[in-house]
């Protein structure tokens, strides 16, 4: 379940970051459907931090100070990105989400090892 | 705001020679810092929090090099000049110096702290930022680095808010 979702998140970035890396070589700012589609990402990211919860919950043997602190972090990730994209309306606000949906994905690959289920 | 009609490379909030330091391509800068910064941070609180007696140097080490990070990032995002100068350089020189002492192997120093082995585990980024950040603080300066101390940004700071 979880791998499941990881690799959702994995191809939503990547999606998202070959989004905004069109933007960056057109030398554009983020527009408000960039931001929608890392809506979409949370989603899935909140949707995984129930799962994480209810399989923790079970009984999964787990570092759990550890896990929710990546958890947490992967969350604020992309909102910072968003309000980046208001504030700089240029096409490093597009430099930025780029560098946030990498984050993400790097931080899911620390998330599942963290899991033990790579 | 639905589309990004504005034009781009054009910044209002740089009149003038003067470029504010989290502008442009400072938002990178800043971005990058803040990542590092939670990562440090978060990673810093973990350890304290729950296995200090292990590593207590290391560790509370990991912790404040994570709030100088925090301070960093708050100092180039807001143009405070002169506390972005004193966390950008604190950083060098703990990068340098624990990078050091955790290659010959002296002291505690495991490799969980952001600066062990020059960041290795965070792909190097501990040691490149604060390069890049000296030279975008230089770069960006109205005055030449260290002359900067009375004519500051208007967000400037009046002393260092560290330690």
């Known amino acids: 379940m979880i791998l499941v979702l990881a690799v959702l998140v994995a191809v939503l970035c990547a999606a998202l970051a070959g989004w ?29 931090a129930l799962v994480l919860a209810v399989l923790q ?3 999964h043997e787990v570092d759990g100070v550890l896990l929710w602190g990546y958890v947490v972090t992967q969350l ?17 606000s597009s430099v930025v989400l780029l560098v946030a949906t990498f984050t993400v994905a790097f931080l899911e690959l620390r998330l599942l090892q963290i899991w033990g289920a790579v | 705001m639905t589309d990004a009609t504005s034009a781009p490379g054009q910044d209002p909030a740089t009149p003038g020679t003067g470029n504010r330091t989290g502008t442009g391509a400072g938002r990178l800068l800043v971005a990058v810092y803040g990542v ?12 304290v929090g729950t296995k200090l007696d292990e590593a207590p140097l290391a560790y509370v080490l990991s912790l404040v090099a994570g709030l100088v990070y925090v301070v960093a990032t708050v100092a180039l995002a807001r143009d405070a000049r002169r506390t972005a100068w004193v ?8 990068v340098l110096t624990v990078g050091t002492l955790s290659l010959v192997d002296v ?6 702290t952001v600066w062990s082995r020059f960041g290795s585990g965070y792909g190097y980024v501990p040691l490149v930022l604060p390069f890049l950040g000296l030279w975008w603080l230089r ?19 009046p002393a260092p808010t560290v330690g």
């Open chain 1, 20 to 48: 905004a890396l069109w933007f960056v070589v057109r030398d554009r700012a983020v527009v408000l459907r960039q931001l929608w589609g890392g809506a979409v990402v949370e989603g899935v990211l909140l949707l995984q």
């Open chain 2, 36 to 47: 590092l910064a939670l990562a440090a941070t978060a990673r810093g609180l973990y350890q």
């Open chain 1, 76 to 92: 604020v990730v992309l909102p910072l990105a968003a309000a980046w994209a208001f504030a700089e309306r240029t096409r490093w």
């Open chain 1, 57 to 59: 919950a079970r009984g």
């Open chain 2, 107 to 112: 002291g505690d120093f495991p490799d969980e």
């Open chain 2, 87 to 94: 966390t950008v350089g604190f950083e060098l020189v703990g």
């Open chain 2, 139 to 157: 770069r960006t300066g109205r005055d030449a680095p260290g002359a900067d101390a009375g004519t500051d940004g208007p967000d400037d700071e």
